[in-house]
């Protein structure tokens, strides 16, 4: 399953909270999936999808969805250790690792090689820790949701993308009617 | 330990409505992040490098607190993009209070590198700037936290080695 059918089944789930979306291909596909005021899009910034999401998780009691990617966790690796030092229970990680680039033509990233993003999670100080297949993404974080507790997840896609237009939306727009849906 | 011009840089920050501050630590800033451990009113989250506390203000900022960020000049370079493509982009006001390593009284030479780079740095990316240099400059502070929320832009404090030595 690439990202794009992941995000689609992901719909329903993610209609309903607050989502900070990682740059690139995973905004663009999710835009076109399902363009929603309480989606934040990340139109530049690569690394700082999860950085964003625990700082507004601090803000907010709201529930927070980051949808983030393999390579750009690889570039920001540290928010890792920021985050499991700094737990916040309306967090959930979503790292859609599909082992590749996939903004940039699919090139490899180390997760497809040695590298365990969960296990770095883990040494990181993350208690809550799960790699999965995509199909079972889903209902995985479904519980996520609906338990009290901050929860990486690290979702195992295969590589590869869909065809989506570039957001063309202004960036102070989707930032002030993302941030009325966090006040309403 | 913290001196009086810690307490009152934090007291601006907090009559400002500052409320939540992520940091790298300096040596020169050491004594404010003593007194952010004390002050319940704001939110300190040390970050593990200065974009990533970027991103952390922009997500808090969006959450409706208001963000600072306490780094090194040094740092500059790694914070370019996050600048140019999340903060300016998006427009989030965030001031920067930054130690200004590498000016007279500086002790390790390295410093002085990217002191050169510094204000060339913040002016190409069109950042407003304020240079204190002495101890007194520093009650120009609340002006510029007001005038960062007003513009909704980033807004650059560099304090030097002279303006810390000079407090008390
Ligand atoms: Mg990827």
């Not at chain 1, 689609?8 to 789930?13: D, F, G, R, S, Y």
């Not at chain 2, 909704?152 to 030595?165: H, N, Y």
Request: hydrophobic residues 40%.
């Amino acid at each position: 399953m690439i990202r794009y059918d992941l995000l689609k089944e992901l719909k329903p789930i993610l209609s309903d909270h607050l989502v900070v979306c990682n740059i690139g291909a995973p905004s663009q596909e999710l835009h076109e999936i399902d363009d929603q005021p309480s989606n934040f899009y990340m139109l530049g910034t690569m690394g700082l999808a999860s950085s964003i999401g625990l700082g507004l998780s601090i803000a907010t009691e709201k529930k927070v969805v980051v949808i983030d990617g393999d390579g750009s966790v690889l570039t920001n690796m540290g928010s890792l250790a920021t985050i499991g030092n700094n737990p916040q229970p309306n967090l959930v990680v979503l790292i859609v690792d599909n082992g590749s680039y996939g903004s940039t033509g699919d090139q490899p990233t180390y997760t497809g090689g040695r590298t365990s993003l969960a296990g770095v999670a883990e040494a990181c100080g993350c208690d809550t820790v799960i790699e999965c297949p995509a199909d079972q993404t889903p209902d995985i974080l479904r519980n996520a949701l609906a338990a009290d507790r901050m929860t990486v997840i690290i979702s195992r896609c295969d590589s590869g993308n869909r065809k989506c237009p570039v957001i063309s939306m202004n960036p102070i727009s989707i930032r002030e009617r993302f941030m009325a849906e966090v006040a309403r | 330990m913290a001196r009086e011009i810690d307490r009152q840089i934090i007291r601006d920050l907090r009559e400002n409505g500052v409320n939540f501050v992520t940091t790298v630590p300096c040596k020169q800033l050491a004594g404010l992040i003593e007194v952010l451990g004390d002050t319940d009113t704001i939110r300190h989250v040390p970050c593990t490098r200065e974009d990533e506390g970027m991103g952390l203000c922009a997500g808090a900022y969006m959450g409706g607190m208001r963000p600072l960020i306490m780094m090194q000049n040094t740092a500059l370079g790694v914070t370019l993009n996050a600048l140019a493509t999340l903060i300016q982009y998006y427009q989030i006001p965030l001031p920067m209070l930054i130690s200004y390593r590498g000016e007279v009284g500086e002790p390790v030479a390295c410093q002085v590198e990217m002191a050169l780079h510094t204000k060339a740095l913040l002016a190409q990316l069109h950042i407003p700037t304020y240079h204190f240099h002495n101890v007194a400059q520093a009650d120009e502070l609340p002006g510029i936290l007001d005038h960062c929320q007003m513009c909704r832009k980033p807004v650059a404090v560099l304090t030097d080695a002279s303006f810390w030595g000079s407090a008390t």
